[in-house]
């Protein structure tokens, strides 16, 4: 018996073949991202509940596993495949070549693929060259506690062993409050003046969640650092050349 629903499917594909991804409507790019994990069923009516729910595309792919499981229809592959395809973008657009930020909104964007959806606080550490090219990142995370703190030597260090001009910081607070506490507008300035003891600059800090950021340069928490030659420098420039000692 020829399946119910397969005459629907193939107008929908006929559609994204013609328009593009672009060319549907948001409840349709879920009933055609459905059909692998539901093949005999009309994916039209969990397409809409998903929306229904959640309130837009954008934050049914924001949901968490166990939240969009209890939508009924949706499987657990289906709710892991949905929850993961915004990371699985992040990742196709840094697989090939150097990243390099214009704005921004390109860091913040960066940030939020990459750490805005963990469920345990992540450090990330963006190392750019003058130009805004990405030259390296480093994600630090612990699952002793929800206080991320890098030693800060140890990020100039970095920042100096890759001939970084610039480092941007970036944090996620897994409860959706992006609001800094103390301890981190503290840390943010013991890492500013780390960095300007050996003439590097901290372009800003954000603390990020899926949905929401918080810019602690533009809320004036980061304070200015005069660039100078210190004994500070001295001493990281040693230390690049001989980690032990």
Sequence with gaps: MEYLHEGHRERLRNK???FGLSGLEDHEKLEYLLFPFVPR??????AHELI???GSFKRV??????DLIRVKGISENAALFLHLLPQILTAYETSEGKRKFASSQDVVAYCQGKIGREETEHLLILFLSECGTLIKEFNYTSEKTNAIYFDRLKIAQKALQCHADTVVLAHNHPSGFVAPSQEDVAYTNQVVRALGAVNIHLWNHYIV??????DMGSENKIEPCEFEESIGKRRLKKSVADPES
Aim: aromatic fraction near 8%.
């Design 209 to 214: 969640t899926a949905r929401d950021v918080y």
């Design 16 to 18: 994204l073949r013609r």
């Design 61 to 66: 792919l924001d949901a968490d596993v166990e």
């Design 52 to 54: 229904d729910t959640f």
């Design 41 to 46: 069923r009309d994916t039209n009516p969990i």
